[in-house]
């Protein structure tokens, strides 16, 4: 079973540890669209009261993976579609916030960005699939925190658990191709930077485009038979 990152979780609440489990037993397909979650029993297998995991409730019905009901809630899952869209709007995040920073002052960030593609590369020396998730989502938070924009970063905040489940679950799937697929995902990270650093609109543009479909085509082996509930009932 998949985990989140220990430097992910260090200060989170109860409710949200809560949360990012079942984030990524969704995702994973454990929990399935149209089951149903109990407050009750979720409570008793953390041995907690109810409180942290209505919590976590409100925070899984936020990403769209539950549909609250009284007392507990129905998973209605996320689809290779849904995970798509998710990935959509990252990308204009990010698009926006690269070309923000590529027409300013760089040089902290560009340290700052290195330093993350270093602990990636010694997260995959030692084969930590979770660390190489964490400092990928923390590269790529970092040029958003950049752009400087209260809204964007609003929305990313609001976004970014549900992308750490996916990428901890795409993670699986670069590393089961082995060292040279790694180092390319890696290298990937340093052409980001290499086209920040131009200061060039077209360049980052491009750099965005091709770092995002890259990235859909690991999502479409990562997910290959996700459904949701709708997708059940139709059948």
Known sequence: MLHFPELWMKDA??????ANELRLLILENVIKPGDILSENQIARKYG????????????LANDGLIRLERMGARVLGMSLNDIHELYDVREMIEDFAQQRVSAGYQDQLSRLLNQ???KMELAA??????????FDLIFHEEIIRHANHKRIMNLWKSMRSLIMAVIIVTTEDVFAHGSDHVAWVIEKHRKIVRSLL???KKDVEQSVVSYFQDSKRTLDKSFPELETEK????K
Do not use: Q, W
């Open 13 to 18: 609440s109860l409710g949200e540890r809560i």
């Open 48 to 59: 907690t009261s109810r409180s942290p995991v209505r919590d976590a409730m409100k925070a």
């Open 116 to 118: 993350m593609i270093d």
């Open 125 to 134: 020396k030692y084969n930590n699939h979770n660390d190489f998730a964490y």
């Open 198 to 200: 131009t200061g060039n």
């Open 231 to 234: 997708d059940r009932f139709d």
